[in-house]
């Protein structure tokens, strides 16, 4: 099946630093790409979603300057977390599709300490 | 909006059988899907159904009634590595993005 290879799986921060998370898609071409956050014990909410070439669209409640997001080419995606704090520790997942339903295809996700 | 309810935590038995419940409230409807999440990791798709009825894959059966906002995920023969969080998800008609539920923490015991 298709494969997001995403990097760091695991990043421990200053409070201040940025951190820049990558998404491949190895096997396809992800046209658009979810942005995920998830806190401990709770579900998994959406951040913002890319379509390559474009800007992102950011939810509600999520800093479009302080969470970057850069789509350039079909295969890759990035996020970064900017001028991170303690309350941006979390559990970030990309997914990466072609457009066709089923094919929904997530990272393995990155797990961001800031300490 | 999305509106999605599962319970939060179920405990079943090693062989038995075990229904997962989710009911959901959504302005636009494009597919209902499960995921298997085992805790750090990312999810694993498990099923999708958009039209009423119920899919069957090997251990696994989704079932779907769009009238009443209504999904079920059954496991059959439960073993203990099954014990994980089953997410239940919306994608709504416009951006193909999906709404998760809060997830149902599933404890196989021997």
């Known amino acids: 099946g298709a494969v997001v290879s995403q990097h760091p799986s695991r990043v421990i921060c200053k409070s201040g630093t940025s951190v820049k998370i990558e998404c491949r898609s190895l096997?396809?071409?992800?046209?658009?790409m979810f942005w995920y956050r998830q806190f401990p014990k709770q579900s998994l909410m959406l951040m913002a979603t890319?379509?390559?070439?474009?800007?992102?669209?950011?939810e509600q409640g999520v800093e479009k300057d302080k969470f970057l997001i850069n789509h350039a080419s079909l295969t890759l995606s990035t996020l970064t977390v900017t001028s991170a704090h303690p309350e941006d520790s979390s559990f970030y997942i990309c997914?990466?599709?072609?457009?066709?339903?089923?094919?929904?295809?997530f990272g393995s996700g990155t797990q961001l300490s800031v300490l | 909006g999305q509106n999605i309810d599962q319970p939060t935590e179920m405990t079943a038995t090693e062989g038995a059988i075990v229904q997962i419940n989710c009911t959901y409230q959504?302005?636009?409807?494009?597919?209902l899907f499960w995921y298997q999440q085992h805790a750090g990791e990312a999810p694993t798709f498990l099923s999708y159904n958009v039209l009423d009825g119920l899919e069957e894959k090997g251990r696994f059966s989704s079932f779907l009634s769009r009238s009443k906002g209504y999904s079920y995920l059954l496991l059959k023969e439960l073993q203990m590595k099954d014990s994980a969080s089953y997410l239940c998800a919306v994608m709504d008609t416009g951006r193909r993005a999906l709404t998760f539920g809060s997830g149902t923490r599933l404890q196989v015991q021997p």
């Open positions: 997914s990466g599709t072609t457009g066709d339903h089923e094919k929904l295809f």
């Open positions: 959504t302005s636009g409807f494009n597919g």
């Open positions: 096997d396809f071409q992800a046209t658009t």
């Open positions: 890319s379509n390559e070439g474009s800007k992102a669209t950011y």
